[in-house]
């Protein structure tokens, strides 16, 4: 795949910059691929570079001693590292790809340069830091004020509005995946996706789940 095909995806997201705006980025891509497991990027390593999604699904998580919170699952279309232009020289968070992955990544300076130079652009990304600042924040009320039920609710209503965007989806997440992205136990967070199959809630058959019941599903998280 050319960088040129490459780059009329990051302009889905994109689209302030100009014709010789394009063509530094696209002379500054790197073209990656990932095997299920590896580590796209790690807490506290130097950060020299964004990276954009092409494809596959990337859990993004909080690293702390022996457990891990995983603060949201990104998919295709996706940036990782944008904090890293303004705020820290490191990763704020590891990233690791939950399905086999291609990315560009694209050097940080770069994307400092055209934020000084083009206040569109700077806008665009400031858009799209905004959105996951304001994911983390639903993301946090609903692990430190909800019950498990409540948890596990908004979780499969996260993965079906913002990573799958469908009531049927191939979980890519591990059972443990599942529990850290939930703040609890692993045997926890499979006993409450029984109770939500056998209350008819969900449709659970090996790593396929089915939404059945969006409006149950939607009270649960309602009521926390």
């Given at each position: 795949?050319?960088?040129?095909?490459?780059?009329?995806?990051?302009?889905?997201?994109?689209?302030?910059?100009?014709?010789?705006?394009?063509?530094?980025?696209?002379?500054?891509i790197i073209e990656l691929k990932y095997k299920k497991g590896e580590n796209i990027c790690k807490q506290g390593a130097f950060s020299s570079f964004v990276v954009f999604i092409n494809s596959g699904f990337v859990k993004r998580y909080i690293e702390h001693k022996d457990k891990n919170l995983i603060l949201s699952i990104s998919h295709a279309g996706d940036f990782i590292g944008l904090s890293t232009l303004f705020h820290s020289k490191t990763f704020?968070?590891?990233?690791?790809?939950?399905?086999?992955?291609?990315?560009?990544?694209?050097?940080?300076?770069?994307?400092?340069?055209?934020?000084?130079?083009?206040?569109?652009?700077?806008?665009?990304?400031?858009?799209?830091?905004?959105?996951?600042?304001?994911?983390?924040?639903?993301?946090?009320?609903?692990?430190?004020?909800?019950?498990?039920?409540?948890?596990?609710?908004?979780?499969?209503?996260?993965?079906?509005?913002?990573?799958?965007?469908?009531?049927?989806?191939?979980?890519?997440?591990?059972?443990?995946?599942?529990?850290?992205?939930?703040?609890?136990?692993?045997?926890?967070?499979?006993?409450?996706?029984?109770?939500?199959?056998?209350?008819?809630?969900?449709?659970?058959?090996?790593?396929?789940?089915?939404?059945?019941?969006?409006?149950?599903?939607?009270?649960?998280?309602?009521?926390?």
């Amino acid at each position: 795949m050319q960088n040129t095909n490459i780059f009329s995806k990051i302009e889905s997201k994109i689209t302030s910059l100009s014709n010789g705006e394009k063509k530094i980025i696209t002379e500054n891509i790197i073209e990656l691929k990932y095997k299920k497991g590896e580590n796209i990027c790690k807490q506290g390593a130097f950060s020299s570079f964004v990276v954009f999604i092409n494809s596959g699904f990337v859990k993004r998580y909080i690293e702390h001693k022996d457990k891990n919170l995983i603060l949201s699952i990104s998919h295709a279309g996706d940036f990782i590292g944008l904090s890293t232009l303004f705020h820290s020289k490191t990763f704020m968070y590891s990233a690791t790809s939950i399905e086999d992955c291609h990315i560009s990544s694209i050097n940080k300076e770069i994307f400092i340069q055209l934020i000084n130079k083009n206040a569109k652009f700077a806008g665009e990304i400031l858009s799209i830091l905004n959105s996951h600042t304001s994911l983390y924040f639903e993301r946090f009320i609903s692990l430190t004020q909800k019950q498990l039920h409540g948890r596990i609710a908004d979780a499969i209503l996260h993965l079906y509005k913002d990573v799958y965007k469908n009531e049927k989806f191939n979980f890519s997440l591990s059972r443990r995946d599942f529990a850290e992205f939930t703040g609890m136990s692993t045997e926890s967070a499979i006993r409450i996706l029984k109770e939500f199959h056998n209350d008819r809630i969900i449709n659970l058959e090996g790593k396929t789940i089915e939404i059945t019941s969006m409006e149950l599903l939607e009270k649960l998280s309602e009521l926390g």
